[in-house]
C-alpha cells in the first residue's frame, strides 16, 4: 500500500517526483526517498514526512530527466532510513522501488549472500535490486522478468540501471501500476492521483505483465514476453475524487480493498503444507505447548475479531480462550502467568487501553503475541512476536479492510496452534488454508453485485432502531454489523446471540425495528431459522445474510444477502462485508460523513 511515481522525458525529475509522492500521502507512509539516474544512480532517503526529504534535497538536489520515488509503509523491517526506498544493488549501479511483499525473500537473500551479495537493509525488496544485478548481461528488461520469475509474493516495482539511461522497467504481480502517458514524456505510479496533474491519459498494467518504459513509447508485455495493446484510459476525475481511485468515499474505496488486504496478510503464511508465523522467533514451539488460556484483549472492532478468535481457536487448538475488552481487562486483577498467551489486537499498535493491557500481563509472566497493522507500533515492539495485517492505511474512521484482515490473522494464528498442538489433522489444516487462500477470490465475487443490498437500503433507511442475531461465528459478525451501522448512520442498533433474544430484546420488536440475522450454513442453521420464526411472529422485518444456494431461506426472510459458501468456521469474513455495505448505504442516504463520523477518532492513543 505504499506509493511509487517514476518519471522519463526532458523535465527535471526531482519536482515531478516529490509532487507525485505527496499526492500519494493519504494513503500513509513512514519513509520517503528518490532514486535519480544522470551519468550515475543517486539516491536520497529519509525517515518521516516528505518535508524530511525535501530538506535533504535542499538547493542540490540532483539534476536529472529520468528517475523513481517512493513512500514506504513498513512491512519488513523497522521504519529507517537505511529501510527507506529505492534500494539499490551492490556496486549502486541499480536501483530498485517496490510495493507489496516478497514471500521467499529470506531464502533469495540467504542465496545471495553465500554468492558475495552485500546487504545493507532489513527489507524483502532488496533482494530484487541483488537479483536483478546478477541477471543482468546488457539487457535491463531480461534481468528483471528473469529475476521476477525467482520471486514468490506480490509486487509493483520500478527498476533503473547506470547502464541503461534511456528506460525504466516496470513489473506488477498483485499490486497496483498505473503507466501515463504524455508529449516526449511518461509516468510510472502505483496510484492515478500521483501523476493526475501531468497526464490523464493512462495505461492500466494488469497482473503479470511488465512494461519498459523511454520517454518516446510505452511498451507492455505479458509473461510470456508477447506485446500487449492496451486501449487509453482517459481519467475526469477531479483530485479528490482520484484520490478515492473514483469511489465516493474512502470507507467504499476500502471495502472494495478487502480481498487485497486479506491476500496480502496471509500471503506470507504458508509454506508448503506447513502455517508459518515469521514474526514469533520468541514464542518457541515448546511456548506453545506449554499454553493452557489465552487472553484476547482489544477495542471495538478489534474485540469483535478477537471473538472470531475465541471460536477458531477453542476448536482448532483446544485451548480455552478469554476475550477481554482492554479498558476492563487492565482494571480487574486478571489471572495471568507463564502458561497464559495474551493477544492484543490494535489496528494502530498504539491504542491507549490494550497496550496497558499488554503491559500488565507480561508483568505477570504472559507471552505476548501481537496482531497489528503498523510495523514499529508500541505493541508490535513490546510484544513477544507480532502477525502483520497488510491492510495498509484505513483513511475511513469505520474499520472495514483492517477488520477482515484482523480475522485473517486471527484464522492464521489459530491453525499455527493447532499444527504445533497436534490438535487438527495434516489434512484438516491443509483443507482450511486451502479455503482460507480463496477467501479473497470469494469477496471479490460478492463485491460484483451489490444491488440488493442498495435496494434493502432504500427500504430501511428511516428506521430508528436496528437488532442484529447471530449464533456461533454469526455472533461477533452481527456484533459488528451493529457496531457499524450506528458509529457511521447513527441509527441505534444492537447485536445480540440469537438465542438470547427471548431474554429482553425481543420486547423490542414491531414493525419499524428490522432485524438483520447472520443465517450462514452451519451446525446452529436450524436454530437460526426458529429465531427468525420468533421474529415474524412479532411482525418485524427480517434481512438475512445466508450461503449461496440457501433457497429454503427464502421463505423466511424479507431480503436476503447471499455470500459464497465456505466452511462454518471461515464463514465469518464473508458475512461480515454485506453489513458493512448495508451501513454504508443506508449512512449515505441519511447524508452522513462515512469516512469521518462525529465524535469519533481513527485512533484512540488516550484513555
Not at 4 to 19: E, S
Not at 311 to 332: G, L
Not at 576 to 585: A, C, W
Request: glycine share 8%; aromatic share 6%.
Amino acid at each position: 500500500m505504499c506509493g511509487i511515481v517514476g518519471y522519463i522525458g526532458q523535465k527535471d525529475t526531482v519536482p515531478i517526483l516529490v509532487n507525485g509522492l505527496k499526492r500519494l500521502e493519504y494513503r500513509g507512509y513512514d519513509s520517503a526517498g528518490i532514486a535519480t539516474l544522470n551519468g550515475d544512480i543517486s539516491i536520497v532517503r529519509r525517515l518521516g514526512k516528505l518535508a524530511e526529504l525535501e530538506i535533504a534535497l535542499g538547493c542540490d538536489a540532483p539534476t536529472a530527466t529520468i528517475g523513481i520515488g517512493h513512500t514506504r509503509w513498513a512491512t519488513h523491517g523497522r521504519p529507517s532510513e537505511e529501510n527507506a526506498h529505492p534500494h539499490a544493488d551492490c556496486s549502486g549501479d541499480i536501483a530498485v522501488v517496490h510495493n507489496g511483499i516478497i514471500e521467499n525473500y529470506l531464502s533469495l537473500k540467504e542465496e545471495l549472500q553465500a554468492r558475495g551479495h552485500v546487504f545493507k537493509s532489513e527489507t524483502d525488496t532488496e533482494v530484487i535490486a541483488h537479483l536483478v544485478e546478477e541477471k543482468y548481461d546488457g539487457n535491463l528488461f531480461e534481468a528483471v522478468r528473469d529475476a521476477i520469475a525467482e520471486v514468490r509474493g506480490s509486487f509493483a516495482i520500478a527498476v533503473l540501471s547506470k547502464h541503461e539511461q534511456d528506460k525504466i522497467i516496470a513489473a506488477r504481480k498483485d499490486s497496483p501500476l498505473i503507466l501515463g502517458l504524455g508529449e516526449g514524456e511518461n509516468f510510472i505510479a502505483s496510484d492515478i492521483p500521483a501523476i493526475l496533474g501531468c497526464t490523464r491519459d493512462i495505461l492500466l498494467l494488469e497482473n503479470d505483465e511488465m512494461a519498459e518504459v523511454t520517454a518516446e513509447y510505452v511498451k507492455i508485455f505479458d509473461r510470456h514476453g508477447a506485446l500487449v495493446e492496451r486501449e487509453i484510459f482517459e481519467v475526469h476525475w477531479d483530485d479528490e475524487a482520484a484520490e478515492k481511485c473514483g469511489y465516493e468515499d474512502f470507507m467504499l474505496k476500502e471495502i472494495y480493498e478487502q480481498p487485497v488486504a486479506i491476500r496480502e496478510t496471509i500471503r506470507s503464511s504458508f509454506q508448503g503444507s506447513n502455517v508459518v508465523i515469521e514474526n514469533s522467533a520468541h514464542l518457541t514451539e515448546d511456548d506453545v505447548k506449554s499454553i493452557n488460556k489465552i487472553f484476547v484483549v482489544a477495542c471495538g472492532t478489534s474485540y469483535h475479531a478477537g471473538l472470531v478468535g475465541k471460536t477458531v481457536i477453542e476448536n482448532w487448538a483446544r485451548i480455552p480462550v478469554e476475550v477481554d475488552i482492554a479498558s476492563e481487562f487492565r482494571y480487574r486483577n486478571p489471572i495471568v502467568d507463564e502458561k497464559t498467551l495474551v493477544v492484543p489486537i490494535s489496528q494502530s499498535g498504539e491504542t491507549a487501553d490494550t497496550l496497558a493491557s499488554m503491559r500488565e500481563a507480561k508483568q505477570r509472566g504472559a507471552k505476548i503475541m501481537a496482531i497489528s497493522n503498523v510495523v514499529g507500533s508500541s505493541i508490535a515492539r513490546e510484544a513477544d512476536g507480532t502477525i502483520y495485517t497488510h491492510a495498509g492505511p484505513e483513511i475511513g474512521v469505520a474499520a472495514t479492510k483492517t477488520l477482515v484482515s484482523q480475522m485473517s490473522a486471527i484464522y492464521v494464528l489459530a491453525l499455527y496452534l493447532a499444527q504445533v498442538r497436534g490438535t487438527l489433522t495434516q489434512a484438516e489444516i491443509e483443507s482450511y488454508s486451502a479455503e482460507l487462500k480463496e477467501l479473497p477470490d470469494k469477496i471479490e465475487t460478492l463485491l460484483a453485485d451489490v444491488d440488493d443490498i442498495k435496494t434493502c437500503a432504500q427500504k430501511f433507511v428511516d428506521c430508528r432502531s436496528f437488532l442484529f442475531l447471530g449464533r456461533g461465528i454469526g455472533v461477533p459478525v452481527a456484533m459488528e454489523g451493529a457496531l457499524k451501522l450506528k458509529e457511521i448512520s447513527y441509527i441505534h442498533a444492537e447485536g445480540y446471540a440469537a438465542g438470547e433474544m427471548k431474554h429482553g430484546p425481543i420486547a423490542l420488536l414491531e414493525r419499524s425495528v428490522p432485524v438483520v440475522v447472520v443465517a450462514t450454513k452451519g451446525h446452529t442453521y436450524e436454530k437460526v431459522i426458529s429465531n427468525i420464526q420468533e421474529v415474524r411472529a412479532r411482525d418485524s422485518y427480517v434481512i438475512a445474510v445466508a450461503t449461496a444456494g440457501d433457497e429454503e431461506i427464502k421463505q423466511h426472510a424479507d431480503y436476503v444477502f447471499f455470500v459464497p459458501e465456505t466452511s462454518e468456521f471461515l464463514s465469518a469474513i464473508p458475512a461480515v462485508v454485506p453489513l458493512q455495505l448495508l451501513s454504508y448505504h443506508i449512512a449515505k442516504l441519511r447524508g452522513c460523513n462515512v469516512d469521518q463520523p462525529r465524535n469519533l477518532a481513527k485512533s484512540v492513543t488516550v484513555e
